[in-house]
């Protein structure tokens, strides 16, 4: 098999993300390292990589109820004007142009670099022909916005009767999984419960991820400290009924400035780069955990039912002797040392090419199961492909199990890339804490001056 290239998606996010940054620089190699293993193996065709199951752009995306808070939330504090639609997820997106433009779902399906490529499959998978009604949930805005300068802010919709349906919770299940910041304004919880429950679910799962600020809206009136430590407890008691414990508070007010906030995007690079490295390190595992485990159970069960079917085809031919037997007296061949070991070869060349038929026939059966099995995961490689890449000859015929690429050498490069996925980690642990360093030198440096002047 002739090598993989490397993806023109790999190479425009080296361009785009990891030219300035050399722990995704040297991310993307073991991206690129983990491409070609799937590759041998079948998982993913040559344009393909393993790298799109991340978004590299730093994410934040927000969730709200009814009320205008959230988008008037998002106007004011990123200083534009945009008008998105209630009912669609809408990406916004810099731009350096004065004016805004608004583009259609199809943008952000048909470009690898946007959080929502080629969701329209996901969507089609989750409720059918709804896939090609893209421009009816996404759109994108691009805006003229310094604080949107490289990263990506997703409003979700409003969560309404008339537009719930498996797309749209599809979607905001994505949108909260691939997020490094989520505001969830708290009149989200105003919703109906049953409407609710799903995205309740969502939140509950991630949680522990350290991504989540509740913000309680209340910028029409003042409020001192201490009541809004109040509102904090408040909202803390009522979110444990759902079964949220963890996450962050914020209560706007006349009087407040969403310091959270700003020192949460402040870090939403390191808050990215903690992502695709962890999407890394599951997408190695997931080789061995998963994939094989689901390939070679596959297999397994095929290679039964195949067997199962050349022995009652067996069976068919033993009775046609016995038969033989009975009418003719063939055991006394049978029994010949030239002419019964010749008719035991004719029946294994007439066996042989049976049992390959029906290797076949049942294998279209275990490859359907498979693309139904890889939905139901939710993975991206083809499980069915690295089957039937493991249907040789001589694995036909032999009792092998196992799929093909399931061996030393490939179980070493996976350990190996797990191990260099760990070592970036801790770069990038290393990295944030000198700049964490650096930050509180400048504090201290800053107040030495002040001080003097004073």
Known sequence: MADKTVSKHLNNIEKQFAATDPVLQKAVKVFQELDEVEYAMGLIENEETTA????WWPLISTLGGY???????INSYFGISAHSSRHKFTVLQYTPQASSATLPGNALDADHRLPFYQISRDIENASAGEGSKLNSYLELITVNSNKLKNKLVIDAP?????????????????VITISDLVLVF?????????????????????????????????SEISIDSFKAQEIVASWQRRLAEFGIYSGQFLVLSQNSEPVLIDQRISNLNNDRSYRILGTLEKAIRDIDDVIFNEVENSITTWKERCNASTLIILGFFIMLLLFAEIAMGILDLLLDPIIGPAIILVMVAILTPIHIVVSRVHAKFIVNQLHK?????????DLAGLFEKSLSFWRVLLPINSPVGKNKKNRKKL??????????????????????????????????YIGEDA
């Open 415 to 448: 350990v190996a890339m797990i191990e260099q996925s760990k070592d970036l980690v801790q770069a990038l642990n290393d990295q944030y804490s000198h700049s964490l360093q650096q930050d509180l030198y400048r504090s201290a440096t800053d107040n030495f």
């Open 186 to 218: 708290t009149d989200l919880f105003e919703v109906e419960p049953a409407l609710l429950a799903d995205t309740v679910s969502n939140i509950v799962a991630h949680q522990d991820s350290n991504k989540f600020i509740f913000v309680v809206d209340h």
């Open 52 to 55: 799109r199951k991340v978004s």
């Open 373 to 381: 099995r890889q939905k139901q995961l939710n993975l991206a490689e």
């Open 158 to 174: 409003v969560i309404s009767p008339g537009s719930e349906n498996a797309a749209t919770a599809l979607l905001r299940k994505h």
């Open 67 to 73: 009320s205008s808070s959230k988008s008037d939330f």
